[in-house]
C-alpha cells in the first residue's frame, strides 16, 4: 500500500490516538483532551471538539449510527457524541477512571473498564440508552481493565486486564460469580484480547507475547488449560509493538516498527497461524502509530483506505491502488532527517494512556 496523503502534525506536539469513522469524517481522539474532525480525503481539520474530556481520553469506538460515536476518558465518564451537533448527548459514569470501552452494534450495548480504586476494577455494561448499568462486575479483575471485546454474535464479552487475567463473561446473567465464565491467565498485563474463529481468543500482552486460547467452559470433554503459546513475536514477525487486531474476514494484525514502518499481517483462522511471508509494510513517521483504521467505503476509487494515528500529532492516509504524493514524499524525508538527529527512543513497548 502506498501513502496517499497525510495532515499537518498537530499544535502544540499533540498526540494523535483513536480513530473513527463518522459519516464522510474522521474523528481523532488527541493527547490534548480534544476530539479532532478530519476530511477523509485531504486530512484537513474541519473542526475540533475542544476539551471533550477534563482527563486524557482512553477509547474512541462507533455506534450502530454513523453519526454517533462514544469516547472514554480517565475523568471517570464515557460519552455519546451527536457528531452533527458535536455536542455529548449522553453520559455514562463509572465510579473510577475509564481505560476501555467497547460497542456491540447488533445489541447497541457499550462496555466499559475501570482503573483500578481501592480493591475494584469493574467492567460494566450499559444499554446504549439509559445511563444506568445493566450489569456491573467489581470483582472480575485485582488491576485495571486495559481490553474489552464483544463477541459478535452473541452477549459474550471479553476482559483483559493489567493482572494478566482475560475474562469470558456472559453479560445476561448479573451474578459475577455465574457470569464468568471461563479464565486465562497470559502473566503479563494485557494490550489486547480478541475473539476469533468459533471458540478460540486472541491474546498479546503489553510485553509483546501472543497466545491463543481455546473457549470450553461448555465442553467438558475439553481441557480447559488449552492453549497455543506463540513467545514474544517481536522477532518471529519482524516488529516491535502489536497496534490492533482485526478479527474479520481476513483476520490481520496491525503492527509498528521503530524503522519507521506500518505491517499487514494475516492471520490463517484455518491453521490459527501468522502469516508473515505475506505481510504488507507500509512506511509511517517516526514515531509510534497509536491506532489504525481501515475504511471499506464501498464509493471509494482506490479501494480499501487504512489510516494511521500517531504520536507525532500526523494522520496519514494508505492505499494499495494509490500514488505517492509528492507532499507525502517531502514529509517522509523530512520525518527521517529529523529521526536521525533525536535521541534515540526506548523501542520495547509505547507506553499505555
Known sequence: ??????????????????????SDSLAVSTS??????????TLAIRQNIQKAHE??????????????????SRDGTVKCWDMRSRQAIRNYRPTAGVLSVAHHPALDKVAVGTELKGTDAIVSVYDSRSPNALVSYPDSHGEDVTSLSWHM????????GGDGIINV??????????????VFNHGSSIHLAQFVGKNEVLAFSHMETASLYKMSYNQEEVPRDEVKEFGDVRSKLAMDYAISFG??????????SSAGHISIIPFNISTMEFEPDQRIDMESGTE???????????????GPLLYAASEDGILRAYS?????????KVARKKERRESKSAKKKDTLRFEPY
Do not use: C
Request: glycine share 4%.
Open 1 to 22: 500500500m502506498n501513502s496517499i496523503a497525510s495532515s499537518k502534525a498537530q499544535p502544540n506536539n499533540a498526540w494523535l490516538f483513536d480513530i473513527v469513522k463518522v
Open 32 to 41: 490534548t483532551n480534544n476530539i479532532a474532525i478530519f476530511d477523509t480525503e
Open 55 to 72: 482527563d486524557v481520553i482512553t477509547g474512541l469506538v462507533n455506534s450502530n449510527d454513523a453519526n454517533l460515536i462514544y469516547s472514554s
Open 153 to 160: 454474535h452473541n452477549n459474550l464479552l471479553l476482559s483483559g
Open 169 to 182: 463473561i456472559d453479560t445476561t446473567v448479573v451474578d459475577e460469580d455465574d457470569a464468568i465464565l471461563q
Open 247 to 256: 478479527a474479520g474476514a481476513p483476520a490481520t494484525l496491525f503492527t509498528g
Open 288 to 302: 509510534v502509530i497509536r491506532s489504525v483504521h481501515v475504511d471499506h467505503a464501498p464509493d471509494s476509487l482506490s
Open 320 to 328: 494499495k491502488h494509490g500514488s505517492i504524493t509528492e507532499d507525502a
